[in-house]
């Protein structure tokens, strides 16, 4: 995936476990095509591009979270890999860090993605079980119809009409 990053964290705390578990922590590291129009020392020097979305916050946070786990892995006796995906707000980021086996070796068994959220109080963090995030994920619809004369709409099945009861649903 050309920009992604993975690195990992072996505990070394003693076990009695055969398989030690891998958790992942996900976080964004893609630039956007939107100008940054802050005027301080850590603006874009790219013009047209920033990290927005609270991108540059993520990577930071997964950073400091590497370097507090590195320093206590004594603590823990599982493995910790930090996924930096690249293309998150595009197609394509994710999956080319799959298919190259980024959850293999050791095989993940459960992964956690960060997110900054506006409505928390600084230093809080919020956990929650599923799906949190919104997601694209394309479907298809097909819708079969049959047409017939305008004079006579009653005797057709309009798939038209038929989608528009789909959106509504």
Do not use: W
Not at 106 to 130: A, F, Q, R, Y
Request: proline share 4%; aromatic share 4%; with cysteine.
């Amino acid at each position: 995936s050309n920009t992604g990053v993975c690195g990992i964290i072996n505990g070394t705390k003693e076990s009695i476990k055969i398989h030690k578990k891998t958790i992942a922590l996900r976080g964004d590291i893609d630039g956007l095509p939107i100008a940054d129009k802050k005027q301080c020392n850590y603006s874009s020097k790219i013009i047209g591009k920033m990290h927005a979305c609270g991108h540059d916050a993520h990577t930071t946070i997964l950073l400091g979270t590497a370097k507090i786990l590195n320093k206590n892995k004594h603590l823990f006796s599982g493995n910790v890999k930090l996924l930096f995906e690249p293309a998150e707000e595009t197609i394509g980021g994710a999956r080319f860090m799959i298919e190259e086996g980024v959850l293999d070796n050791p095989k993940v068994d459960c992964i956690c993605g960060l997110h900054v959220e506006e409505t928390l109080e600084c230093g809080t963090i919020m956990v929650k079980h599923g799906v949190v995030n919104a997601a694209s994920n394309p479907f298809t619809i097909r819708i079969k119809g049959s047409g017939g004369h305008g004079a006579y709409p009653h005797t057709t099945v309009d798939p038209i009409v038929i989608a528009s009861h789909v959106v509504l649903a």
